[in-house]
């Protein structure tokens, strides 16, 4: 299947094609996403049962599929310990594009809070010693992530603000310690506020994601989401900027590119 060269290039950040929810047509979902230009999709682990799969969609097409490896939060149970060293295991034994998704989730369940927090801060360092990128879930968790980063930041230190639905405040902060904002679907909803924020951020610290099967874009709110949709995000964002989606497409393409590590098309 070929890449469509008619459209700006556009990278996913974000997306998790490899669940279930695309079953019964991942290979029509990632064709659709190549038909409206975007030509990289970087897919975040979730846990231990999720590992075989992404990497199984991800050696369809090694140049253009990036698998991840990391602990989710909402993933962080009784067990944790026992899934960060699976977590270590696989770094050892073959190259990830990052350490991701990873995090602290304070909107589902605080019960694990303290585990969340070490097993976010264990893989951070995981990361900045084998200097690879995080992917970060801040899910009302934004100002505690960024206290437990602000010590450690560094040139070494590095990576995405995932789905970032914050304040201008946070998101200077972010953008103070290195890190990119991950800009997805909620973009395009009325009442989230997200667009004044955007419209104060240069874009060259944004990147594009879906979060797929999650969070879809107006017109699709509410429906399986799919990278396809990362045009729609960036024609939105270009509204809101006031500039095309060339340019959009251009500088979010080239800030995914650069962190990630990205050399070819």
Sequence with gaps: MQLNPTNPELIDTHAHLYAQEFDADRMEVWQRAKDQGIQHIFLPNVDQHSIAAMLDFAAMDPEHLHPMIGLHPCSVKADYQEELELVRQWLDKRPFCAIGEIGIDLYWDKTWLSAQEEAFLTQVHWAMERQLPVVIHSRESTDLIISHLKPIASDNLRGIFHCFSGTVAQAMEIIDMGFLLGIGGVLTFKKAG????????????????????????????????????????????????????????????????????????
């Design 194 to 265: 997200l667009d004044q924020v955007v419209s104060q951020i240069p874009l060259q610290h944004i990147v594009l994601e879906t979060d797929a099967p999650y969070l879809a874009p107006v017109p699709y709110r509410g429906k399986r989401n799919e990278s396809s949709y990362t045009k729609i995000v960036a024609e939105k964002l270009a509204e809101i900027l006031g500039t095309d989606i060339e340019e959009v497409a251009a500088v979010t393409s080239a800030n995914a590119k650069r962190l990630f590590g990205i050399t070819h098309k």
